[in-house]
Each structure stands twice: as structure tokens, then as C-alpha cells.
């Protein structure tokens, strides 16, 4: 009842095939940027900012990335930590040789070497399938990292071995460094995340998405129709990987500040994974879902305590936490295993039919 | 370019003719800490022959059994009973799994039950420490880590040890696979879960006897690594090193687990002893996996794994 | 069905309301301290003792004295897990917390690079006691961070002088065989360059071997080490590689008085695995461990006693766990510095790092607190943060670590220069200008 779609024609072939054709949805999406855009930067404190909404819009991204490889193209990768790290280390070489170049065309140029890189590492998946080739991705994962240690060029031979995110401004306004508010961080890393996923929504829609769902389902009957494997899974990593390295350039510009290798280790490519998965294979709302649940269940369940006046020791505070996140993930598995969007998209059936049952 | 290659052959095998004794060392010790992968490649291989899920918390499982053990050691339990006692429990928790994960997601996917193992593995972690303490726990088996010398080689008393567990482990599982009426149904259930349901294979009780028998070879696994370095998180890190063992033995196949692991044992102390030192170190955790990746891309399903039989 | 939509308003408001609920405000006298630990995950071993040493410290203050000299401290800990972004994460939630935090001890060198140069905008001091960045040690670049008292250049400089002095002599070097077993991390490679700078300076060989991490299976480097056959071995370890190295060294019969590890690496956790083959094992460090001080008489009377404590009572006195005493005691007679110059009240976090700058620990003071012969006296300075202070050697003997040397000085002409250096390298990067020193109190 509060979904009706009655009365709404569409008179023309791109109304129809619009993102969002329903007018309720409409709506919805733009209050939720207006709200995100305007609202959340006065409302928010720093530490929301700081250590919830900036991490939750980074990993987004980076789960966009994995979900079109992993989701839509079926390859899994446990490669994001790496490539994330391409990334970082790119755009850090790129904004200290140009200084006065703009830190947003950094990170694109950042993302573009990470591609590259990501086709690279991504030749393997011609050869080998399934859990194989993630287990195989984890080469770039440790061979990238350990590159980006031992030679100190990445660093520019700093002696403490980690890269910092000098100050840069964009048009006038504070976005990297120290002195760079975190309202400012925040709008950044959504404006960037909201062009990816707009890009990503209309590539899956349309003759790219649709080959490497075919891919993803049946490889041989799609190469027989003539998807070309080569240039789809080639196509997939770059991508893919192109938003996995603006995510980590982000990561260490918006985000910490300053990081070494270790931040980018195998635990960030298991909870890239992890978010996809859970958030829904194959769905651009569910990288959003996925990023979410993922960042905050641990916030919240660190803070719940504080609420409920219970003093509990740290560690045992910590150790609960790690069995509830367990938990909470098996739980819904079982409830639902394609994901938290799918729970959205069943959501959003009910929704249309309300108050009626079916 | 030819001083280039010079550096990065000629040197290295000159550098190992130059010392064969030194070199047999080298072998010996990629060996060992190989079949000490194997160890826990091996509950892995178990538990995805049998149930056709990649457990992605065999690591924390291999934890768990360790700190189960020296948990009841230092509470005074001889190690006999101490063993029994862990092996219950590592039973109790097969059968806990299998009624509250793995029931429930009966014939899902493969990626939505790895899924349900990564939530098992956070769990499992949390809980381990919640139960016995986030101290390091020494481990005392009565095998001392000393060496002694064989033809001026040095030979370590607990690798040894090691590598004979393994062995023995090894031929009790492929008997237990190949001979008898339980093994010839895990691997029905392996091949397709329904099908084994429709010809009465109880999958109940079948899938609890293999995370039972994974978790046996965890506690195996846990004691070699916990006498090794002490009882302590980081084992759990270990799965991560027996992963290129998988992907080079298949992940079906149980002597692929051991074959699979010497080559990726001796592969990796080679590279890192002689070729390392060429760009500075540190080389083998990558070189494992480039290793596994170099044999996967020659035999995309690990040199014993299942042959893939693709339908279109 | 109302019940239902019940718990989701509470689940919301909740989680609306979670970082906002604690922001209490301090009442008038009481100072904040945040301590950050891991207690839990892979490095939980370390930073136990240390936590539980620095909360017991804080603690017996409060209940025997009242506080600093009448102020109580609020302790609250938050748990990192050694990770940076949960590190990051404790800093945003603490900063601003019961009034404000007056100083933070990272307890990890990635947290610490993180947090300096927001400690700077945020003004808040940081101090990275023997770890963090060693550049951050030139306070001309870098006030608000500290590092004393001495850092990991230092640390090496006084390894190899200790090492001259068993050989005979820092001539008797030359041609001696030492190797730098280290954790292949941006901490493990600190010590290198001015290893590799004494290297030339002495004639002694060294050779760097970088283990992966975590280090649990260290095979490889260890063959290596049988094979080159060095002297000594020096190592710069972290977590479970320091057991396995301790164990893998035992195992190839190397003579383990001739193994020295770096202060984070020379605790019991690091020896206890290996049972006997431990023995002889040598570790640096910057305070004497055990019980024999008045301090623990009174933690342990003030603390434990009153059922006020976290750890375990057979725990007190471990290499870690006094290394968190003397942190806590750091912090506390900075606190008192200050208050010297403003006052005996709660004091601003200006007044924290005047306090911190003008540090100086007497052994007169050291009596006075109870803990006579336990640390080196400290100076620090605005251009000098570390006190470039020495550091002693102990020896685990199977059952606890004795101390074997005396205090053994860095070599400062060699480690300043390079310092100074790569604090312009790191303080330019971060846009900072120098201070002068000599225009200020």
C-alpha cells in the first residue's frame, strides 16, 4: 500500500529502463543523499566521522570493486588487501613527484596503475577456477606487499618505512593531511564512492555486466555464444581492481593518515570478502549493506556495554564481541544466504504488497 | 644480462654444489616444516573431501584442540587423559557444528558455507580465549627439541617426530577412505549431498564423523605446532601457510596433502636460503604460493586433486 | 509485534546514542588517562603484563595517595588488539573523553605513526616510550611527542658496545661475526642502518635476516644462521617469532648468551616455550625487572589486597609488567612536573607536555617514589625527547631474568646525527616548520 505503483507511466524507453523506475525510490535515494550530503556532516560528531562513516564509505568502495569480480564475474579474489595497497603507494608516488597535481586525479591515475596491476595478476583466472584461484590470488596478495617492503623506493627511502598522506588542497579547501576536517574527508570519499557506484550500476545493467554474469554461470556456454573469456575476466579485474585502488588511496588519505604494509595485509582482503559476501554476491546495494554491517556490528557491540552501565573488563568484552560477530554472520547465513540485499529485496516485495500478504 | 643471470642461477647452484651437506640440511628441514604443513592441510583435505566445504576455520580448530590440551595439562590432567578429555571435546564441537551451521545450509552453495566456516572461526577464536586465557602456553610432550647429528646433518629430535605422526596419520586416513563402508560414503556425500540423502547415506552422522575426525587431526596438528613454538594465537595463522599445500595437492586428495606439502617445504626453504639473500629476504610466504600457482597453472586442480569434468 | 518494533526503536536509539553516551563530564578534581592494551588477539602475551603494570601503577596512586598530588586519574581502558585502525578508533572515542585525555601511550609503533600527527592538531601528547618513530625523539620538530627514554638507534648502538665489552673491547669487533635477526616490519628494520653505520665503523660483519611475519616458522633463517656462524646475534623481534627464534636457536645449539634481543623481545612470554633450551638467553632492556622494589610492596598492598586489580598477583614483576610500571611512573612524574609550575590541579594538556619537556627523573626522586635503583635517571629537553638514556642487559636463567650489566650508554655521536636528520626528512613531510629552542621557557 505504501508502495504503489499505480498511476505511474512510463512514456518513453529510458523512463523505463531507469535505475530507479519507481517513483517512491526515487525519493527515497535522493532524501538519503540529501540527508548524507547535508545532514550527516552537521549532525555527526568527529568520532562517528572519524572512525565509522569515512571507514564504511572507504570499504564500500573496495567491496563495490570485489563484488563486481567476485559477484558478478564469479572470480573469487582474496587479492584486495594488495591491491589496495598498489593503490596507496601509487597515489602517494604520483602526489609527491607532482606536487601541485590534484589529489582526486592522483587517486584516479592511482587506480588506473592498479588496474594495470590487476590484470596482471588476474592472467592466472584464464587457467584456474573457484576456490583455486583464490587461494592463487593470495600470491599477489603477499608478493605486493612484501615488494612494497623491501623496496624502499615505494617509501621515498623513508627511515621509518611508511607512507604519509601530505596535505593537499582541492580548490582551496583542506582534503588530505593533518589539517583536513573530517566533514571534508567524509564528503569526499561519498562523492567518489557515489560516481563509482553509479558507474558500476550501469555497467552490470548493460552489455558488460551481462557478460560476466554469463561468465559467472556458465563459462564454456558463454564462450560458446562468443563472450570472449580474455577480454571479459581481463576487463572484470581492471575494473575491478581500478575502484579497489582508489579505495585504497583513500584509505590512507582520507582515512589514516599514514600507513606501512601491515594495514594491508591478508585480514583486509578476508573483510573486503567477508562484506561482499554478506552484504549479497552480485548486488551493488550489497557491497553498501555488506560495508556497513561489517563496520559497525563491532562498534556497536563495543559500545553496547557502555550503555547498559555494564563495566566489563576489556578483554572480555573484546573476546564476546569476536563470538557475537560469529555468531551474528552464521545467523545470517542461515536466514539468509544471498545476502543482507537480498533480505532488502524481499523487504522491498513485501513492501509493495502491504498490508496484503501475498 | 648475462651478468644478470650469472646472479640469479649460476650463483645459487654453485652456491649449493659448494656445500652438499649444507644443502641435504636445507632439503631435510623444507621436509620437516613441510610435512608439518601437511599436518594441517590435512583437516582441511578431510573435511572438503567429505562435506565438500573449504573450512576456513581449520586453523582456529587447530587452536582450539591445542589450547584444550595444555589447558587441562596445567589444570593437572595427565597427558593421557588430558588427550581423551581434548578429543571429546573436539567430538562435542563436531557435533555442535553440524547441528547448528552446518544443518541449516544443507546443500547452499560452496562460497555460503566457506562463509559460515569464517563465522565459526571468529566464534571459535573468541571463544578459545575466553575459555583458557590469552597467555602463551608452553607445550610438553616429552619430545625434547634438541638435535643430533647423522652424517654431519643436523636432524631435529621434534621435526622427526613430526614427520612419523604425519606419516602414520596419513595411511590411517587413506585406509579409512579407500576400505571401509564409512569412507566410501564420505565420499558419496563429497560428491553431491542429495544424491547421498536419496540412496539413505545418514548425512547427520556422516558429516559428524568427519569434523570429528578433522578435529582429531587438529589436536595432532595443534601438539606438533604448540610443542614448536608454544600455545599461543598465532597457530591459527598457521592455516594460512598450508593453503599453497592445498592448492598444489588439490584439495581432495589426502597423499596430495603430503606430497604437497614437502615440495611447497622444500620449494620454500631452497628459495628463501639461497635465492633470498639475492633480493633481501624474507621471500617465503610469497614463494610458496607462486610455487603452488606455477604447478596449478600446468594441473589446475593441484597434482592430485579431482579431475574438474566440466558440463556445459 | 509492538514488541518487536519496541526493540528495533531501542536498537536504533541505541545505536544513535552510543558514542554519545560517553561523554561524562569530569568532576572538578580528576585528570583522564587513557591506556590503550591488547589483551586479546595475537599479541595478547605482550601487552597483558604491560597493561596489567600500568593500570595496578595508576591504580595504587590512587588508592594510597589519593592521585597526583590529590587529583584522582580516571583509567579507562580500550582494547586495540595491536591494530591500527581499532588503535585509531580507541584515540577519536578517548580524546574528548571525561574532560580530556591527557596523554596517550600507543603501545604500538603503527598506532603511534598514526596518532602523531594528530596529536599535533588535537593537542595531545603522545608518548611512544623506546618505540614510534625515532625521529619523532628531535622535540624541535615534534612537540608533542615523546620517545624516552632512548629508542631503537640508541638501543642497537648499546647492544654493540655491550657486545665490545664482552669481546675485550670495541676493537676486538673487527672481523667478529654479528647477525640482526629481525621482524620484517617497518619496527624490525629500525635498528638497521645504524647497525649497518657500526658495521663500518668497528670492521664487524653483519648480516641482516628479515623474517616474515608472523615468524612462526623460521626454518629457513635459522639455516642461515648455522651456516654463517656469527659471534652474536642480535634480534629485533615481535610476538610469536621471538618464541619460535628463542626455540629454533636452542634447537641448533647455538650459544644462547650470545643472543641478545631488543627490549620487546626479551620477556617471559618470549622464553617460556622453549622450557631449558631458554636458558643463558640475553634480552636489552631500560628498567631491572622483579619485586624487590617498595612499589610493588605497595601495589600489592594498596591493590591486589583490595581486590582492585585486573592480573594475576604471581604476574607482578615480569619484564612487562614493570615495563608498564615505569611507563605509568613516567607519566604520573611528568603530570607532577607540571603541576610543580600551575598548580595542583587538574591540568590542561599545554601544561601536560610542559610538563613532559621539562621532565627530569632523579635518582634522589627515584628513592623518593620507591623504585630506588629500578630506571636510569631521565632528562629530557625541548630539542632532545628520548633522554638518549642507556640500557642494561638480562640474562633468563630458567626461572626469571637477572640483570648482568650495568648501564651501558648509547652512542650518541653517532645516533643524534642521524636522527636529527631524518627528523627534518619526517617533519618536513608532515608540513611542520622547526621550533627554536632557545626562544622558549
Known amino acids: ?358 | 644480462m648475462l651478468d644478470l643471470l650469472n646472479t640469479a642461477l649460476i650463483g645459487p647452484l654453485r652456491d649449493m654444489g659448494g656445500s652438499p651437506a649444507f644443502l641435504v640440511e636445507v632439503i631435510i628441514g623444507g621436509l620437516a616444516a613441510g610435512l608439518m604443513y601437511s599436518l594441517v592441510a590435512l583437516g582441511f583435505v578431510l573435511i572438503y573431501k567429505a562435506s565438500g566445504v573449504f573450512n576456513f576455520a581449520q586453523g582456529v580448530m587447530v587452536l582450539f584442540a591445542a589450547l584444550t590440551l595444555v589447558g587441562l595439562m596445567e589444570r593437572g590432567a595427565p597427558l593421557a587423559l588430558a588427550l581423551l578429555a581434548t578429543a571429546l571435546v573436539m567430538g562435542a564441537l563436531a557435533f555442535a557444528i553440524e547441528r547448528v551451521v552446518l544443518r541449516p545450509l544443507v546443500n547452499q552453495e560452496q562460497i555460503i558455507l566457506f562463509m559460515a566456516t569464517i563465522g565459526l572461526n571468529f566464534f571459535l577464536e573468541g571463544l578459545g580465549e575466553l575459555a583458557w586465557g590469552s597467555n602463551v602456553k608452553r607445550l610438553d610432550v616429552g619430545i625434547p627439541d634438541t638435535s643430533f647429528m647423522v652424517w654431519g646433518v643436523q636432524i631435529n629430535r621434534l621435526e622427526l617426530t613430526a614427520a612419523i605422526t604425519a606419516a602414520v596419520m596419513v595411511a590411517v586416513i587413506a585406509v579409512f577412505f579407500q576400505r571401509t563402508r564409512i569412507g566410501r560414503a564420505l565420499r558419496a556425500v563429497a560428491d553431491d549431498h542429495e544424491a547421498a540423502l536419496s540412496i539413505g547415506i545418514p548425512l547427520n552422522t556422516i558429516w559428524i564423523v568427519v569434523w570429528a575426525a578433522a578435529g582429531l587431526v587438529s589436536i595432532v596438528a595443534g601438539i606438533m605446532w604448540g610443542a614448536k613454538s608454544g600455545v599461543q594465537f598465532s597457530l591459527s595463522l598457521i592455516a594460512l601457510k598450508a593453503l599453497p599445500v592445498l592448492i598444489l595437492g588439490g584439495f581432495t586428495s589426502v597423499p596430495g596433502a603430503i606430497v604437497g606439502g614437502l615440495i611447497i617445504g622444500v620449494g620454500e626453504k631452497i628459495g628463501e636460503v639461497y635465492w633470498g639473500p639475492l633480493v633481501g629476504g624474507a621471500i617465503e610466504n610469497w614463494f610458496a604460493y607462486v610455487l603452488a600457482l606455477a604447478f596449478l597453472l600446468v594441473r589446475p586442480q593441484g597434482l592430485f586433486g579431482e579431475k574438474i569434468i566440466e558440463r556445459v | 509485534m509492538t514488541l518487536r518494533r519496541v526493540m528495533i526503536a531501542l536498537l536504533a536509539a541505541a545505536l544513535i546514542a552510543a558514542p554519545a553516551a560517553g561523554t561524562a563530564w569530569a568532576q572538578a578534581k580528576e585528570m583522564f588517562v587513557p591506556s590503550l592494551v591488547y589483551r586479546t588477539g595475537p599479541y595478547a602475551p605482550s601487552g597483558t603484563p604491560f597493561a596489567n603494570g600500568m593500570w595496578d601503577y595508576l591504580t595504587m596512586l590512587n588508592e594510597r595517595d589519593g592521585g597526583v598530588n590529590g587529583v584522582k586519574l580516571i583509567v579507562e581502558e580500550c582494547e586495540t588488539q595491536y591494530d591500527t585502525k581499532q588503535g585509531v578508533e580507541c584515540y577519536e572515542r578517548l580524546k574528548g573523553k571525561n574532560g580530556g585525555a591527557m596523554v596517550f601511550n600507543p603501545l604500538s609503533t603503527g598506532i603511534t605513526y598514526q596518532l602523531i600527527p594528530k596529536a599535533a592538531v588535537d593537542k595531545v601528547v603522545v608518548h611512544s616510550m623506546g618505540y614510534g618513530m625515532t625521529a619523532a625523539s628531535d622535540g624541535r620538530w615534534f612537540p608533542w611527542v615523546f620517545t624516552f627514554p632512548t629508542t631503537y638507534w640508541s638501543q642497537a648502538s648499546s647492544v654493540i658496545r655491550y657486545i665490545g665489552q664482552q669481546e675485550g673491547g670495541l676493537e676486538k669487533l673487527k672481523g667478529k661475526k654479528i647477525v640482526h635477526v629481525f621482524h620484517n616490519s617497518p619496527y624490525g628494520k629500525e635498528a638497521n642502518p645504524t647497525l649497518e653505520e657500526l658495521s663500518r665503523k668497528y670492521g664487524f660483519e653483519l648480516t641482516l635476516l628479515a623474517v616474515d611475519h608472523p615468524g612462526q616458522e623460521q626454518k629457513a633463517t635459522w639455516l642461515q644462521v648455522r651456516r654463517i656462524n656469527p659471534n652474536w646475534i642480535y634480534m629485533s623481534g615481535w610476538g610469536v617469532m621471538n618464541q619460535v627464534a628463542v626455540k629454533e636457536a636452542a634447537a641448533i645449539n647455538f650459544p644462547m648468551d650470545h643472543f641478545i634481543g631488543n627490549w620487546w623481545s626479551a620477556s617471559e612470554a618470549d622464553v617460556i616455550p622453549a622450557g631449558d633450551g631458554a636458558k643463558g638467553y640475553k634480552g636489552a632492556t631500560f628498567h631491572a625487572p622483579g619485586t624487590s622494589f617498595k612499589v610493588h610492596a605497595d601495589i600489592v598492598k594498596y591493590v591486589y589486597d583490595k581486590g582492585k586489580n585486573i592480573g594475576p598477583k604471581d604476574k607482578i614483576g615480569e619484564a612487562l609488567y614493570n615495563r608498564g610500571v615505569v611507563n605509568a611512573m613516567y607519566m604520573t612524574e611528568a603530570f607532577r612536573t607540571a603541576m610543580a609550575k600551575f598548580g595542583n590541579k587538574p591540568l590542561t594538556t599545554e601544561q601536560v607536555r610542559w610538563g613532559y619537556e621539562h621532565f627530569n627523573l632523579t635518582e634522589a626522586r627515584l628513592d623518593q617514589i620507591g623504585l630506588k635503583g629500578f630506571t636510569h635517571p631521565v632528562k629530557v629537553t625541548c630539542e632532545d625527547h628520548e633522554g638518549s638514556g642507556p640500557v642494561l642487559i638480562q640474562q633468563w636463567d630458567g626461572k626469571k631474568w637477572n640483570v648482568v650489566s650495568d648501564w651501558i650508554q648509547p652512542m650518541r655521536e653517532v645516533v643524534r646525527p642521524k636522527l636529527e636528520a631524518a627528523a627534518v626528512e619526517e617533519g618536513k613531510k608532515l608540513g611542520y616548520t622547526m621550533r627554536d629552542c632557545s626562544r622558549e621557557n
Open chain 1, 1 to 358: 500500500m505504501i508502495y504503489r505503483e499505480a498511476g505511474q507511466f512510463k512514456s518513453s524507453y529510458a523512463s523505463d529502463q531507469a535505475v530507479f523506475p519507481i517513483r517512491q525510490d526515487r525519493v527515497v535515494v535522493a532524501l538519503g543523499l540529501v540527508a548524507a550530503v547535508i545532514a550527516v556532516p552537521l549532525v555527526a560528531d568527529e568520532y562517528w566521522l572519524q572512525a565509522v562513516l569515512i571507514p564504511f564509505l572507504i570499504y564500500s568502495l573496495a567491496a563495490l570493486g570485489l563484488n563486481l569480480l567476485t559477484g558478478y564475474a564469479g572470480q573469487v579474489s582474496l587479492g584486495t588487501g594488495g591491491f589496495m595497497a598498489v593503490g596507496a603507494y601509487s597515489a602517494f608516488k604520483l602526489t609527491g613527484a607532482f606536487p601541485g597535481l590534484n589529489v582526486l586525479v592522483a587517486f584516479l591515475l592511482a587506480g588506473l596503475i592498479t588496474a594495470l596491476v590487476g590484470m596482471l595478476f588476474g592472467l592466472p583466472s584464464l587457467r584456474i577456477k573457484g576456490f583455486y584461484l583464490a587461494v592463487a590470488t593470495l600470491a599477489s596478495q603477499f608478493f605486493l606487499l612484501w615488494l612494497f617492503n623491501k623496496v624502499a623506493w615505494f617509501t621515498d627511502y623513508a627511515s621509518s618505512g611508511t607512507i604519509t598522506a601530505p596535505p593537499r588542497t582541492v580548490a582551496g579547501i583542506m582534503v588530505t593531511g593533518p589539517a583536513a576536517t573530517a566533514e571534508i574527508r567524509y564528503l569526499t570519499a561519498l562523492a567518489l564512492v557515489a560516481v563509482f557506484a553509479v558507474i558500476a550500476k550501469n555497467l552490470v545493467r548493460g552489455r558488460v555486466g551481462r557478460s560476466w554474469m554469463a561468465i559467472r554461470d556458465r563459462d564454456i556456454a558463454a564462450e560458446i555464444i562468443g563472450v570472449r573469456p580474455l577480454r571479459t575476466k581481463m576487463l572484470a579485474f581492471a575494473i575491478s581492481s581500478f575502484m579497489i585502488g582508489v579505495a585504497g588511496a583513500e584509505y590512507v588519505f582520507l582515512y589514516l593518515g599514514s600507513a606501512e604494509t601491515l594495514a594491508f595485509d591478508i585480514n583486509v582482503s578476508f573483510l573486503v570478502l567477508f562484506m561482499v559476501i554478506i552484504g549479497g554476491l552480485g548486488s551493488i546495494l550489497g557491497s553498501f549493506l555488506g560495508a556497513g554491517f561489517i563496520v559497525m556490528v563491532p562498534i556497536f557491540l563495543t559500545n553496547v556495554p557502555h550503555l547498559v552501565g555494564l563495566a566489563m573488563p576489556v578483554a572480555l568484552q573484546k573476546q564476546i564481541e569476536l563470538m557475537v560477530f560469529g555468531g551474528l554472520i552464521i545467523f545470517f547465513l542461515i536466514a539468509e544466504p544471498h545476502g543482507l540485499a537480498r533480505l532488502w529485496q524481499i523487504g522491498k516485495e513485501k513492501l509493495r504488497l502491504w498490508p496484503f500478504p501475498y
